[in-house]
């Protein structure tokens, strides 16, 4: 059964930083990339970051570039999101997912319940 379990959420001041950390297990495919999506309160979901299954390359939304940097350990089967310089605007529910292409679409499996990050001060 496909599962993403997020953690690492929270409220913190901007500039601050946050690392997120993704759960995964239940899936079987030839190439995915696998990452991390967002939605801020009334819009839709964005594509934030993801990191290839084969070659371990990674993308980021402009957005972000520069500020988060994605990593994974394959023995855990844990992708995390190490989020720095937070911005206000990154206020969103973080979520985990895996997509088929890049940049990552909304294309396989379910949304899980997320974890929220608030950047306040």
């Known amino acids: 059964q496909l599962q993403f379990v997020e953690s690492g959420g929270g409220l913190v001041q901007p500039g601050g930083s946050l690392r997120l950390s993704c759960a995964a297990s239940?899936?079987?495919?030839?190439?995915?990339?696998i990452g991390w999506f967002r939605q801020a309160p009334g819009k839709e979901y964005e594509g934030v970051s993801c990191?290839?299954?084969?070659?371990?390359?990674?993308w980021y939304a402009d957005s972000v570039k520069g500020r988060f940097t994605i990593s994974r350990d394959n023995n855990k089967n844990t992708v995390y999101l190490q989020m720095n310089n937070l911005k206000p605007e990154d206020t969103a529910i973080y979520y985990c997912?895996?997509?088929?292409?890049?940049?990552?679409?909304?294309?396989?499996?379910?949304w899980g319940q997320g974890t929220q990050v608030t950047v306040s001060s």
């Open positions: 997912k895996i997509s088929t292409v890049v940049p990552p679409v909304d294309d396989f499996g379910s």
């Open positions: 990191i290839s299954s084969d070659d371990g390359s990674t």
């Open positions: 239940g899936f079987t495919l030839d190439y995915y990339c």
